[in-house]
């Protein structure tokens, strides 16, 4: 059962964040920046993109401009070499891990005969297999921080064939990306550490969606990234000893801790929205 709107802060705490040069990543970066966090932006990203707009740059500098700390760190997270540098980098310069948020993310919504092996090894590199790897690496620091939490964003597990039938790849990528959370969750709770994870309600206003899923069409029917990092942040200043196992929904955590009008969080007030995967 969820607790009231949580009160607490996430001022002093270092959040490693992967894929946080822009969408949700950014936006829970900018939320524990809000804090005073010290934010790792780890991502491949390091010159502009017209279509996939921000670096690792440019959002270190916004994270400054709201009062956090940043460190812009360049990480294909397919490579573990990198995976285990970038996050002795972090803890050198920030002296500990409090958190590792798994957002980097990779999707073709594809069939069969359509998703061809670069294409689901891509997926499973980027969703399962890294998920996997930095949460290994992050965890002999976490287990040594006061409220250390994983949180994965990753849908809940449902063996229904329609979140199957169309992208099996990709489904059974996210889906892989939430049993971390199911057995890491068991696995590491002697050690204090709150494994979770969270999935939005509705599509989310992000590159993503604009490229693959309708433009800005598609884009009038989303959320704002900012639902889903006022969720996180949620989670992230709850116990971790009594808050570890759960698949959240980003609406469900903000309306059962006493946010009811989640309307400012549409792009286009008013508007339909478009439900998220898995949850349609």
């Not at 892989?176 to 204090?192: F, H, P, V, Y």
């Not at 992000?206 to 309708?214: C, D, E």
Request: net charge neutral; with cysteine.
């Amino acid at each position: 059962m969820l607790r009231k709107f949580s009160a607490m802060s996430l001022s002093g705490k270092t959040i490693f964040i992967t894929g946080a040069s822009r969408g949700i990543g950014k936006a829970i970066a900018e939320r524990a920046a809000k804090d005073g966090a010290n934010v790792v932006i780890a991502a491949k990203t390091v010159e502009p993109n017209s279509k996939l707009p921000g670096t690792i740059f440019s959002a270190a500098e916004d994270i400054e401009k709201l009062g956090g700390k940043a460190l812009a760190l360049q990480v294909d997270v397919r490579h573990d070499d990198q995976i285990q540098n970038a996050v002795a980098q972090a803890v050198e310069k920030f002296g500990g891990l409090d958190v590792l948020v798994n957002n980097a993310s990779a999707i073709s919504l594809t069939g069969t005969l359509e998703t061809d092996a670069k294409r689901f090894d891509l997926m499973h590199q980027v969703n399962v297999r890294a998920t996997y790897l930095m949460s290994r690496a992050a965890i002999p620091h976490l287990e040594k921080a006061s409220n250390p939490h994983i949180l994965n964003l990753s849908p809940p597990l449902n063996l229904d064939p329609k979140w199957f039938g169309n992208h099996v790849a990709y489904t059974m990528s996210k889906y892989g990306m939430s049993m971390c959370t199911l057995g890491m969750a068991r696995e590491l709770k002697k050690k204090r550490i709150g494994v979770n994870s969270l999935w939005p309600e509705t599509g989310i206003a992000t590159a993503a969606v604009k490229n693959l899923l309708g433009g800005d069409d598609a884009m009038k029917m989303c959320r704002m990234p900012e639902i889903v990092a006022d969720a996180a942040h949620w989670i992230l200043t709850q116990s971790s000893t009594d808050c570890t196992g759960n698949f959240y929904i980003d609406s469900e955590v903000l309306k059962n801790a006493g946010i009811n009008d989640l309307e400012s969080y549409a792009v286009m007030p008013g508007q339909k929205l478009m439900p998220d995967f898995f949850l349609g």
